[in-house]
């Protein structure tokens, strides 16, 4: 594969955080392998149709002490590009390590040979300055063979990180920024309009507090994914105001009568990550609205951002720069009464 | 509508923790609207069929520095009053600050406009002495245009708090019992006998440590339900003994294909609740049941409390009124063997 | 019953951590007992059929100043036996308490009186030299009354310990040892080949630190349960590498439209458990494989483990050998490339 094509394949492939958004054309769906929830002959379908992606990923220095992945020599970014698969893919990472300590590239979720565990356990890690190829694989359920029983297939929203720069579990790498999302989904999942990740590590959100964590945008009513991402050594709780979504593999109902409850705020202790989609403003409005991890002395020290609902044509709706501006600091004033505030101006600047 | 038929309606809708239990007449179940778990034309019922609640919430100082919500002046409770509505109806809040301190009211699960946001981010808050009216809508679950996916509801077990007191997240708020339940219901639902709010704030139970927490009272065979909240900036697990549920929506298995996990015990983590319903002493008999934190170190320092399950005729059970008393420290002695203890007669005082 | 027709029952029921692995055979399970997932008849079967199970358990002190439960005189162990029974059966365990310190023995998930409840509260424990007899029942579950849900029965993967051993709730019993696991399976569970059981307690586990944590094995294609309880005071996130389970009662998806999440890590809380099944080295193939906290500090301190996968016939796999004794610290030198290293003889030792 040429650069080009693999360029443009990457395009398609991975999306990075901020730059493209996280475009789903990049999940090749085979034609007429929709899978609906009671499909026949569901467990008969073992044969693996997935294709083999190859990419190539470089873990380099970055400002400040940090360290990143990226798909290009000098695009490394924190979080790492987010890596999305379909069950029975595989994709292929040849590693470059462009800098002087040891890392790898460790996945939750999908199949490896222990040559890819990505651990100083298997001595599965690229030294200072090496290269090494990781192989992850997935899979579709298949029958358990009993019952209706069925072992699970790999798709879910997982995540990647280090597991050697600075100890045998990573420690050091995944504060230093070297983790990133990665998504295998089920033939038939609803496609997202666009997805953000955000990795909460310890005090901070992708490495930044408060007011520099991401401000996630999208207009009204577009399909919006979140995959959240724990990591470090504290426990947090991922809420999203005026938003909710089912506690199950997806973020929807599988039906009238799946059990799941509906949440708006979920458990992300350090290794765990989920994800689910919700329609942007669905029923409360654009806006300018909070995320943050509810621990009190989390959110008040740096760990909240915001989710930018814009209006479905892209305009900023009536306060919400303000709002932007306040969390910045830029305004300190504020009144409150029964009476909502006036509407600001469309994109209302606040110098 | 005036005073009184308001308090009537209040009544109806809004229970409070210990005075009145949790009526489940004050959800007006609409006939004929029943939801079976398979209900043909689920789909189509978009319409959102519930009606306009209107009530005033008054914040207000307590004894010992606490701050509450109240129904009434002057009736502020730790927590405050216990809200429910059926998916599809909507709350209009008063909220009247009765103190010299900004603060909020914010819900999670419901529908709100950035006016009813309840965060400084959104400038949507009563500052001191302010009344600001607050919107909450809700509503069913919708489909989701492909497969046999819906966009949940609204229907959980939510809880609503401060978002403004003292700060940004309302953590002082929060600490002085700025804090209650809000149940939405779906329509078919089981409803309880009576419900029972925990909150888990910090290391204290209701802002209360042992023995001075909640004793929650049923007869045995009662539909009970808790509503478990996690506040604060600590973890908990909340645990109860001898009783447990189905770790989904409701506690209960939505068919006997339901592949929740069934449990006893429940991480609780700051922001976060579930609730579930038991029938009080099934298949272990009345007496005085521990709840507890099960973290170590939180049990041990007053995150416990006791659930007695009297006799069905209400009347105590062998041993219960002695449990009590040991819980209270009146009794220091214990003595143990393969006999129980001799039976307590009937509402034995400890005093 | 008699001492060696009790000791056949037990060696059928009962099966200890490390000495038996968990056999299955010790659940009788009755013929035509099967239960589908969609089974006809599923609520009139109230009958509870179980049998009445009777063990004697020593708890007693250890090395280390560690205290443990086991099912003879002088055989305790931590974690204690494992104790498996099926829905609708009786466990009636008499509990000889062989230390100077008073304690009990309190289960998650199943039934019990107050007398049986091991809690000081209810004066229900032994003291020092005491022995005492605690039953703990269980049932199916049962139809609630209303739509089609269900109250649930007693199915999953619970744990016991000790509630009275130096204070109202078993801190000290818990850090001495006094803890073990039961599972209790609903008819027609899929039965594993071995069961596993994993607890973390504040910074170890089973009491121990790396490397002498305990390693899991099992043969390449074994059907491998693992049952992973939380005590103490700190949170965890136990994680396994290479093999993922759904994230509900069994592990398995009860049916293609199960919705449960698919996971390889879960929080694991004090007081909490949960279990799941994976087929070893599954779609990964045999090594030496890591489970450990995923809280950063705590798997850089001790909290983690080797789950080695043989090959098929029983044989060491490449790289195993030399993977476990990296983590002995046997060996330090680490070499990395994009070359997997070369396999080890079979059985290599490492002394």
Not at 56 to 85: D, F, H, R, S, W
Not at 181 to 208: C, E, M, Q, W, Y
Not at 312 to 333: K, N, V, Y
Request: glycine share 12%; charged share 15%; net charge negative.
């Amino acid at each position: 594969m040429d650069k080009h094509a693999q360029t443009g394949w990457l395009h398609r492939l991975v999306t990075r955080r901020s730059v493209l958004a996280t475009s789903t054309v990049g999940l090749a769906v085979p034609a007429a392998m929709t899978l609906g929830a009671g499909g026949s002959g569901m467990h008969t379908a073992q044969a693996q149709t997935g294709v083999v992606k190859k990419i190539t990923m470089y873990a380099e220095n970055l400002p400040n002490n940090e360290v990143g992945y990226g798909l290009e020599p000098g695009k490394a970014t924190i979080p790492g590009p987010l890596l999305q698969i379909y069950e029975g893919d595989t994709l292929e990472i040849t590693l470059v390590n462009r800098t002087d300590k040891r890392l790898s590239i460790h996945p939750h979720g999908v199949d490896y040979s222990t040559e890819s565990d990505g651990s100083p356990l298997n001595n599965s890690f690229n030294g200072p300055g090496e290269t090494r190829v990781y192989t992850w694989r997935s899979r579709e359920m298949t029958f358990a063979g009993q019952g209706r029983m069925f072992i699970p297939g790999s798709a879910g929203y997982w995540h990647y990180h280090d597991h050697a720069y600075g100890g045998d579990h990573g420690t050091i790498g995944l504060t230093k920024g070297l983790y990133g999302g990665l998504i295998v989904r089920r033939r038939g999942d609803i496609l997202p309009d666009k997805t953000f990740v955000a990795v909460l590590d310890d005090s901070r959100i992708n490495n930044k507090k408060a007011p520099d964590t991401p401000m996630f945008e999208a207009n009204l009513g577009q399909r919006v994914e979140f995959l959240a991402i724990g990591h470090g050594s504290l426990y947090h709780t991922f809420h999203l105001h005026a938003h909710r979504w089912a506690d199950n593999r997806t973020g929807y109902l599988e039906s009238p009568s799946d059990p799941s409850a509906i949440i708006d705020i979920k458990d992300l202790n350090p290794g765990t990550s989920f994800g689910f989609q919700v329609i942007a403003g669905q029923g409360v409005g654009p806006g300018a609205w909070m995320y943050h991890c509810h621990v009190q002395s989390h959110s008040d020290t740096g760990m909240s951002g915001i989710f930018l609902v814009r209006n479905a044509d892209g305009s900023m709706p009536p306060g919400a720069q303000e709002a932007i501006d306040r969390f910045h600091g830029h305004t300190h004033a504020a009144t409150a009464g029964d009476v909502p505030p006036p509407p600001a101006p469309e994109g209302h600047s606040h110098n």
